[in-house]
């Protein structure tokens, strides 16, 4: 019951957002690529200030997929990140990877000021710019990386 409850809130919530800080991305977009739904029951709460916790959730999953990436480039003391790392051993391939990285931080960074200047007007144009360069670049890129990976992982 508590779960249909949050939902709910979420969703009115959602509406108030989006028309305060005039972005495109439907709910159902951001909840595809950054799983809101699951982080807000996760939670356990939809915050007052829901812009902040979905922009909060958007860079958990930026700040994963780049230490990720960079374990790729700079390989930890982890084996299974080490065996994947071998995968790209071309000059081209780890300066797409450190684009990618760039990319992600470009971004992050823009999030970390606009939380400081409580910025509204940049704050739905940061969660707009974060579904669309996930859709146009980052997941095709990843998508790239990550069959070469599991191809590694077969050769195993």
Not at 20 to 46: A, P, Q, Y
Not at 64 to 88: C, D, H, M, R, T
């Amino acid at each position: 019951m508590k779960e249909i409850t949050l939902m709910k809130e979420l969703e009115q919530k959602f509406i108030e957002i989006k028309k305060e800080l005039n972005f495109k991305s439907s709910f159902k977009e951001l909840d595809d690529i950054f799983f809101i739904k699951d982080s807000i029951l996760e939670r356990g709460f939809v915050s007052e200030q829901l812009s902040r916790q979905i922009c909060s959730r958007i860079m958990s999953m930026f700040s994963s997929w780049v230490n990720y990436l960079n374990g790729l480039l700079v390989p930890p003391k982890y084996l299974p990140i080490q065996v994947e790392a071998k995968s790209f051993t071309s000059e081209e391939e780890r300066k797409k990877i450190w684009k990618l990285i760039e990319s992600f931080m470009r971004l992050m960074a823009k999030n970390t000021l606009i939380g400081l200047t409580k910025n509204k007007k940049d704050e739905g144009k940061f969660i707009d710019e974060s579904v669309s360069l996930w859709n146009k670049n980052f997941k095709p890129e990843l998508i790239v990386i990550l069959k070469k990976v599991n191809e590694q992982w077969r050769k195993k």
